[in-house]
């Protein structure tokens, strides 16, 4: 029981977290409940594993795969490949740096409902979430 607490405890802490990135905590503000959530998503394998959830998104738009049961909008994201692939590429390079507020975007693209990749009310603006994504992923100057 005392695992399950403390598992639930861990991912309030790193919900609270993630919402001070996403509002843009700047780096040198950051509390060190930040800090150490921005280093957990920036670590080389939480971008791995991000990237894979980007190689699995492009096997699933390959036109010669028959539809499986996710809500993925098929048609939408087929026409963003290229952003898509950019994307991934850019999380994959684990020899330069990103933010972390790129990884919470790239993350929900790819989990929430809500989601221009399923949601088909969204669907216009995903080349502009897939964008807006990759230069949230550049660091600070």
């Known amino acids: 029981m005392r695992a399950g607490r403390a598992e639930h405890e861990l991912r309030l802490l790193r919900q609270q977290a993630d919402r001070a990135l996403l509002r843009g905590i700047a780096p040198g503000h950051r509390s060190a409940l930040v800090a150490w959530r921005a280093a957990e998503l920036t670590a080389e394998g ?11 998104l492009l096997k699933e738009l390959d036109p010669a795969r028959l539809p499986g049961a ?19 590429a850019r999380l994959a390079d684990v020899g330069a740096p990103v933010e ?3 990884v919470l975007l790239c993350e929900w693209l790819l989990r929430d409902a809500t989601s221009p990749l399923y949601d088909r009310s969204r669907a216009d603006g995903l080349p502009q979430a897939l964008t807006r994504t990759i230069a949230a992923l550049e660091p600070h100057a």
């Open 46 to 56: 939480h971008r791995l594993v991000v990237a894979a959830g980007l190689n699995r």
């Open 70 to 88: 996710s809500p993925l909008n098929r048609v939408a994201a087929r026409g963003q490949v290229d952003l898509i692939v950019r994307l991934r």
């Open 100 to 102: 972390a507020r790129g």
